[in-house]
């Protein structure tokens, strides 16, 4: 019996000769998501950009929902508003009215080769010109210093030079990374950003990781990309978290650490890693996770800081948001 495919095309314009050879944006919310800034991303081109539904993932197929449980109102005495989980295909139009592909939704759990296969025969089919992922990453970085990127991919000219940190490490894959090797595999371009936040921030929306990868994207895919709302929220965080440094000795301190080895690292020709500490050696998970319960310690009521900190998020309503 032949499976059912994963992918619906939803759009009936499939034939107009202005959809070939665009480039493609992707951005799923997976297992790590610092700084919220795929929904940031997602909130910020969907507001302000043009965008035409074309073709849907059978999510129900993707999904494991005890791992990725979807979002329900509770109203007094009912619920309402089920937020399914959704992998989508939009067509975006940048504010200098030029198209391109958009990729977003929840990261699946399941079937990702065969996700990735009907996505590459979308790609083939619309002879997309240029991959583009990004990613946010938690890192012991300070949030006082530009955010931080790994390039990679095998569009040489969109990565070299770019990189404040190229390790040899082994990681946890995902569909994206996985997504990277099967377009370089089949001789299509394909490039990433994984952006750097600082890990005490990680769990607060970040807006800077947000604006650093619409930049990027921007600037590889010739697209004029919004991100002023998103610059007037990172203005107002970084505003909250000088005065939060201001008020607290030991968050400062551990700041003007981070900073210390970051600009020791940003001079060096050889841009070494900036996960180094002073011995040269990488902090384990359980010291990078007692820095970020050592920074929240030291504010007075940590959730209430949060919370000023989280801008309300598309998917908690019933928007059109593809996480949903």
């Known amino acids: 019996m032949s499976k059912e495919p994963l992918m619906t095309l939803v759009s009936t314009n499939l034939d107009d000769p202005s959809l070939q050879g665009l480039g493609m944006y992707v951005s799923l919310r997976g297992a790590s998501d610092a700084g919220h800034a795929h929904d940031l991303v997602c909130n ?13 993932f059978d999510a129900d197929e993707l999904v494991v929902y005890s791992t990725q449980r979807p979002r329900v109102t509770f109203i007094g005495d009912h619920f309402a508003g089920y937020q399914e989980p959704r992998l989508e295909i939009y067509l975006m139009t940048d504010e200098l009215d030029r198209k391109f592909w958009f990729f977003a939704g929840v990261e699946p759990d399941l079937r990702w080769e065969r996700t990735i296969a009907e996505l590459l025969n979308f ?7 240029l991959v583009i992922g990004t990613a946010s990453l938690p890192m012991p970085v300070p949030h006082t210093r530009p955010v931080g990127v790994t390039a990679h991919g095998n569009r040489k000219d969109l990565i070299e030079n770019i990189s404040t940190w190229s390790p040899t490490a082994e990681t946890p894959s995902g569909l994206t990374s996985l997504l990277e090797i099967r377009l370089n595999d089949a001789g299509r371009d394909v490039v990433g950003y994984s952006l750097h936040t600082p890990h005490y921030l990680a769990e607060a929306e970040y807006p800077a990781a947000a604006v650093a990868a619409l930049e990027h994207v921007g600037a590889a895919l010739k697209l004029a990309l919004p991100t002023e709302k998103l610059r007037e929220a990172g203005r107002l965080i970084e505003s909250q978290l000088a005065e939060q440094l201001e008020g607290s000795n030991d968050v400062k301190q551990m700041v003007l650490g981070f900073e210390k080895r970051f600009d020791a690292h940003a001079q060096e020709h050889d841009r070494g890693s900036l996960l180094l500490d002073e011995d040269e050696r990488i902090p384990d998970a359980d010291e990078l996770g007692a820095s970020v319960e050592n920074f929240l310690a030291t504010i007075e009521d940590n959730a209430q800081w949060l919370d000023a900190n989280r801008e309300p998020r598309d998917n908690d309503s019933t928007s059109g948001d593809p996480d949903q």
Do not use: T
């Not at 910020?44 to 073709?55: D, G, Q, R, T, V």
């Open 44 to 56: 910020e081109l969907f507001a302000h950009l043009k965008s035409e539904l074309y073709a849907r």
């Open 123 to 129: 790609i083939q089919a619309f002879n997309v010109n």
